[in-house]
């Protein structure tokens, strides 16, 4: 029997798709840019202790969540992720990015969004355009938010590690990777065909050089 061809674009997404971080953006807009630059002067200790290498992304991760999201529950903030994804989102994506996209799209592959952004507020959107997501998932317990990761970080080296468990369980023929820095290189250099796409809507993208 032969076997379909089938293939797959996996995207990071921030600096990939999107010109800005896109869980800098949805505190702001969840929060308002007014107690959004407060809470950054607060946690600013914790920020120069991560740029210092003393405090890894993991954590600080985890302190930006529990300081802008404790008061508030899982529900809340669910549906502000959906509000997100519509109205936000969609202005953050780079021209070029979305030309690539609707190039695959164009010729039936599938499309993988592979970040360490969150579900909460890309869900929505990969749903609405019928991309599948691996991503970084918040702890959630009822109705509430934990503030910690559930699981592992969905970043660098560990990319890698979810993807080659997707292609296991998933029959691919051909795959092409999109990430915007070397910190993506842990997954381009499994997929066939990877490109690092420009910070910019000049160039579409440059091949990596594996």
């Known amino acids: 029997m032969k076997l379909v061809d089938k293939t797959i674009a996996v995207f990071d997404l921030d600096g990939t798709i999107t010109s800005k971080d896109t869980y800098l953006e949805f505190i702001k807009y969840f929060n308002g840019q007014l107690n959004f630059y ?23 991760k985890e302190l930006f969540f529990s300081f802008f999201f404790k008061k508030f529950n899982a529900s809340e903030i669910v549906q502000k992720g959906v509000e997100f994804s519509t109205k936000i989102l969609p202005s953050l994506c780079y021209k070029s990015a979305l030309k690539v996209l ?78 915007d820095s070397k910190s993506d290189k842990h997954y381009l250099d499994i997929v066939d065909e990877s490109y690092l796409m420009s910070l910019n809507d000049k160039n579409v993208s440059t091949k990596w050089k594996k």
């Open 38 to 60: 407060i809470g950054i002067i607060i946690l600013s200790p914790f920020i120069v202790l991560f740029y210092l290498g003393l405090l890894n992304n993991v954590k600080l």
């Open 102 to 179: 609707k190039w695959h799209e164009d010729n039936n592959h599938d499309i993988l969004i592979l970040t360490a952004s969150s579900d909460i507020w890309l869900e929505h959107w990969c749903k609405s355009k019928n991309y599948k997501l691996i991503c970084t998932k918040f702890e959630k317990i009822n109705d509430n938010f934990t503030g910690k990761i559930d699981g592992k970080n969905c970043f660098g080296e560990q990319k890698k590690v979810l993807l080659i468990q997707y292609f296991k369980n998933h029959n691919y023929t051909y795959s092409f990777g999109y990430g």
